[in-house]
């Protein structure tokens, strides 16, 4: 459904020690009405589930996602780039077609 790269991981695992979570806290990904492009992506960090959140594991990182956003981020891939052009957390949305020119919202 969801898959985390190697640098992500590295990146979410030393965000939750940061933020005293641990590494069995839960990343929530999600996407909400907004962005020049339609849809935006949410990324959280959370020690709490609810009950209607779809539970990923992928590469030791547990993810939520709500039931809304699943169809929005099938098959996409979390990745975390700190490079000259920008740093932060990437969606690899093969769903999307179209994206904003930051890469932080969409259109399907």
């Known amino acids: 459904m969801v898959s985390v790269t190697e640098t992500a991981k590295k990146k979410i695992f030393s965000l939750l020690e940061e933020e005293g979570l641990g590494v ?10 907004g962005g020049c492009s339609g849809l935006s992506y949410k990324l959280d960090f959370t020690s709490d589930r609810n009950e209607s959140d779809k539970l990923i594991e992928d590469n030791n990182v547990r993810i939520l996602v709500d039931k809304k956003s699943l169809l929005y981020l099938a098959g996409t891939i979390l990745d975390f780039s700190g490079g000259l052009n920008g740093k932060g957390f990437t969606f690899n949305n093969p769903n ?13």
């Open 24 to 33: 069995s806290a839960y990343v929530k990904v999600g996407v909400s009405s």
């Open 96 to 108: 999307a077609t179209r994206t904003c020119g930051c890469g932080e919202s969409f259109a399907i």
